[in-house]
């Protein structure tokens, strides 16, 4: 174990913050350890599951494999940010109506790479929604579900868009 | 004492509850993040537990030297057996038999048992010490498969250590010399003499792969001393709180309101969860550094904590020449691995229905719990009865495809009606078998013409039904309570791991009560608020709990009754219980409380014969039809149509219960075309990581799942309902292959059935077998 500290200094869900970290910690292990966030969480431990998924500079890392020194400087964002301003993201709302999640375990990693995927394709084909979403796993078998909240939530953004 | 006047009693209950299809009441909680899990918890000074896990199948332990690990920087303590013996004396557990050490006792008895244990603040000090321990084991030979073990001279226990909890397993007590920790059987009819009348006798033998649930919440217990010396709280990620608090008092010689145990919400358990897992290991670190301790499995640790079983089942049957099941007799092993968990439960409670919803006249049944040098086996999601329906169905379509009988009609012919006895002679009720296929077939489209093609890709249909015996006799108590605003809460200790019970108790006391589910809180498990409650396991909670939520709001009501006739107003809106509760203290003040508790009738089978007038409550079923294509050059297969139909009494909650249904149909998808644990000769497991063992992803899902409640009521059942977990995982493994020989003209007896499988059956059939790795 080594014995030097790094110094983080990051924006976490839209807040500047700082944390002096052990150089071989994951930032999975930096937002539950030092931030008390626990909606990203480690299952398999080899990025295989997508349980721990958070965006960096928007982009979907897998948590358990991200050192969190690799953030300093970037903008992180977990699914605790997603309800931030008092609403539930369109995504969200739809896994609900749909019932998209049992355990509700991989649920957080779920909902980050759909709102990932409809930003960068706003009205995916089931292909393209299985194809994005091929990396999360769901022991529950919700993926039925799964992928008509994703065809909901596009269709909702779709006409919150031309209203 | 004043009687202040209060406004006029309100009126207007809210309508039904069951049956609504509403959302759950965590929802929220689970799409933003905050859903509270015990993999969560994390308390002030609390240490970390990595165990250091033996690397031979079967040996003596020698020596264990842990002194390079005490020193390793950061480690607060390194602890065996002899440790663990300082607070826990006789340190072994388990459910059934008190077989299981808490860390390794003498002896290890399969590769990745728990051998010591490191622990520190930082985990992953802890994690780093364990590679500084070393074990010197004197080798002994080892056994793995159960047919073989059942018979062998290597024997994996000295002898029987029945926990004594089950009345049945008594008789056991002391016996030595064989690896088989329980035998079951069945005897009805005259089984010799119905296969020496037959028209056709049919024997062939099928077997089931070991896997495990994975859980993606790892399992994970923190104990946590208590602010009194000599009390201990668990958090734990469990489906059964009141049987670990029972087994940790058991343990430390303890009363039982000494231990509380509290339960979040579960990342998944489907059987993995259940009685002690780490809780023992966790309780006794807790209580030797008087501080919390952490101790949490990854993800490759749960292979080596419980599995499912794998099976060896040989069937015989006879069958008369117009096509009727005239006897059948079952021998099936299970691979209980090196520790009983509740393996003899489920050779007992599944193996009973060893031979089929069919109605046969002679039967006989043997079943075998068999200890291996393999990692334990336990519940699983169907309690055994995926591993008899795969035989059983698997076999049904072998006859109907020999007396070229549609396998439709062959079953029809052979099944089960209401008000005949099973082979164990209890009398079937409100099984709705017939329903259940009749549905499968339409939904299919059974009686159209089916184009099975001609070219490389080759198409192909199966149908499979299977049935299960609630387990029995079980116990659960509830508790009600309104306040005086009329809101309502409920004290259940079933846990909610993504079945939805925390919405269906309140769907149940809500439409007693008059009261939306959604205004009702259901508390978590806990061992010092809720109530006793034998388990959350075998899609038993609908049922009993169910009957104990029912029980309680009834009695919450009758007691609402008896406040208005002492306040002289009228009675029986149970939503005016805020009102009669300000009547009679003058304010906001006071409760409601209403308790039930349901034990079902039960009849323990005979001991010889296995018969009884009474062997379960209810019987649950479920059926699946599936079409394949495949591909003849490679044997790559996909499943084109998958339809589930089970038979569940009244759905509580609509919704949920068509996502169980297809939630379980795709687990049993997963076991039936890719799950396997590896093992090599010596007993090491070599896939222990999603990196190499696959579970299904959202490709390996088929393009159109169908699903089905079927209109049946279960009559002794709450609100007419029973459970749903499990039902749709019965029919699918054997539907798969007989769709893969329909297509093809291969059969497949062994799980699962991979691509690499069916290509080498292709290959055998026409007189080219491929070479054995």
């Known amino acids: 174990m080594s014995e030097t500290l790094i110094n983080l200094e990051f924006t976490l869900n839209g807040e500047r913050v700082r944390a002096n970290v052990a150089p071989h910690l994951t930032i999975l292990e930096v937002l539950r350890n030092e931030f008390g966030l626990y909606g990203a969480r480690e299952s398999c431990g080899q990025g295989l599951c997508g349980c721990c998924t958070v965006l960096v500079n928007g982009e979907s890392v897998s948590g358990c494999l991200y050192l969190a020194a690799m953030a300093n400087g970037a903008e992180v964002t977990t699914v605790e940010h997603l309800d931030a301003n008092g609403a539930l993201d369109p995504i969200q709302q739809a896994f609900i109506d749909c019932g998209a999640f049992q355990c509700g375990f991989c649920t957080s990693g ?24 091929s990396g999360n796993l769901c022991r529950c078998g919700a993926y039925p579900e799964i992928i008509e909240a994703v065809k909901l939530a596009a269709q909702r953004r779709k006409e919150t868009a031309s209203a | 004492m004043t009687i202040i006047e209060t406004a006029p009693l309100e009126t207007g209950a809210a309508p039904r509850q069951v049956g609504r299809g509403i959302n759950r009441l965590e929802a929220n909680a689970k799409v933003t993040g905050r859903a509270g899990y015990i993999h969560n918890v994390s308390l002030p000074r609390m240490l970390h537990a990595k165990i250091f896990r033996s690397t031979v199948a079967h040996g003596r ?27 826990i004396p006789e340190p072994f557990f388990g459910p059934a038999f008190h077989d299981q050490p808490i860390l390794a006792v003498d002896k290890v008895r399969y590769i990745g048992e728990p051998v010591a244990v490191v622990l520190a603040s930082d985990p992953h000090a802890a994690e780093e010490a364990t590679h500084l321990i070393y074990a010197e084991y004197e080798e002994l030979p080892a056994v793995f498969n159960e047919v073989e073990a059942a018979a062998s001279d290597i024997h994996v226990h000295e002898e029987l250590k029945p926990a004594g909890t089950f009345p049945d397993l008594k008789h056991l007590a002391g016996r030595q010399a064989t690896n088989v920790a329980l035998d079951f059987r069945v005897r009805r009819g005259d089984v010799d003499a119905a296969f020496a009348q037959a028209a056709h006798v049919f024997d062939d033998t099928f077997t089931t792969q070991q896997v495990m649930h994975v859980p993606l919440e790892p399992i994970v217990t923190v104990a946590e001393p208590g602010e009194n010396a000599g009390t201990l709280t668990l958090h734990t990620a469990s489906q059964s709180p009141s049987f670990v608090r029972i087994e940790i008092a058991r343990l430390l010689g303890w009363a039982e309101n000494r231990v509380r145990v509290r339960v979040g919400l579960l990342g998944g358990g489907f059987g993995a969860k259940l009685y002690i897992k780490v809780e023992a290991l966790a309780a006794a670190l807790a209580l030797l550094t008087r501080r919390p301790v952490r101790v949490a ?23 008369s020449a117009d096509g009727r099941i005239t006897g059948r007799r079952c021998e099936v092993w299970w691979n209980g691995g090196a520790y009983a968990d509740i393996g003899p439960r489920v050779t007992q409670k599944s193996g009973f229905t060893a031979s089929g919803p069919y109605d046969i006249d002679n039967v006989s049944i043997d079943s075998y719990q068999v200890y291996t040098n393999l990692p334990p086996a336990g519940a699983f999601r169907g309690f055994g009865i995926p591993q008899m329906v795969w035989a059983y169905e698997s076999h049904a379509d072998m006859i109907a495809r020999k007396l070229k009988l549609d396998p439709v009609e062959f079953r029809r012919r052979n099944l089960l009606r209401d008000g005949q006895p099973h082979a164990t002679g209890t009398v079937m009720r409100d099984a709705a078998l017939e329903l259940v296929l009749d549905r499968v077939a ?25 049935f299960k015996a609630l387990v029995a006799p079980t116990t659960s108590v509830a508790m009600v309570s309104l306040s005086a605003d009329g809101s309502c809460t409920v004290y259940s200790s079933t846990v909610d791991m993504g079945q939805a019970s925390d919405t269906a108790i309140a769907l149940m006391a809500g439409d007693v009560l008059g009261i939306d589910a959604e205004k009702i809180k259901v508390i978590r498990p806990d061992t010092d608020s809720t109530p006793y409650d034998m388990a959350t396991l075998g899609s038993r909670s609908t049922f009993h709990m169910g009957h104990a939520v029912r029980l309680a ?69 479920g059926g699946t039809g599936v079409e394949v294509e495949v591909d003849v050059e490679t044997g790559h297969f996909k499943i084109v149509r998958f339809e589930n139909v089970v038979d569940c009494g009244t759905p509580i909650n609509p919704k949920v219960v068509d996502t169980q249904i297809s939630g379980a149909a ?32 959202i490709h390996d899902i088929p393009h159109r799942i169908g699903r089905e409640t079927v209109d049946a009521y279960q009559s002794n059942g709450p609100f007419g309902a029973k459970g749903v977990g499990e039902s749709s995982t019965f029919g699918v493994a054997s539907a798969i292959a007989e769709a893969i020989e329909d297509a093809v003209g291969v059969r497949i007896k062994t799980l699962p059935i991979t691509p690499e499988a069916v290509y080498r059956a292709i290959c055998a059939a026409r007189n ?3 070479p054995e790795e």
């Open chain 2, 553 to 621: 709001a009834e009695d919450a009501r009758a007691k609402l009754r008896q406040l208005a006739d002492e306040l002289g107003v009228p009675a029986d809106e149970p939503a005016r219980a805020g009102d009669l509760l300000k009547r009679k203290y003058g304010m906001q003040a006071g409760n409601i409380v209403g308790i039930g508790s349901f034990i079902p009738p039960y009849t323990k089978p005979d001991h010889e014969t296995g018969q009884s007038d009474n062997i379960t409550p209810n019987w649950m079923v």
């Open chain 2, 768 to 770: 080219e077998p491929l």
């Open chain 1, 110 to 133: 779920f909902l980050m790479m759909s709102r990932q995927l409809l930003a960068e394709n706003p009205d995916p084909t089931e292909a393209e929604i299985r194809h994005y979403l």
């Open chain 2, 297 to 319: 499995l990854t993800m490759e640790e749960q292979f080596f904590t419980i599995t499912k079983h794998a099976t060896t089942f040989r069937m015989q049957t006879a069958v």
């Open chain 2, 442 to 466: 339409t939904r299919m489209n059974w009686s159209a013409p089916f184009e099975r093609g001609s070219g490389v890709v080759r198409r192909g249909r199966g149908v499979g039904i299977g």
């Open chain 2, 666 to 697: 795709i687990m049993q998808l997963g076991i039936t075309m890719f799950e396997r644990m590896e093992f090599d000769e010596v007993g090491q497991l070599r896939n222990a990581s999603f990196a190499e063992y696959k579970i299904p992803g």
């Open chain 2, 61 to 87: 332990i020698v020596s264990i030297d842990t002194s390079a690990a005490r020193e390793a920087p950061g480690v607060f303590a390194v602890y065996t057996a002899d440790d663990i013996r300082r607070v």
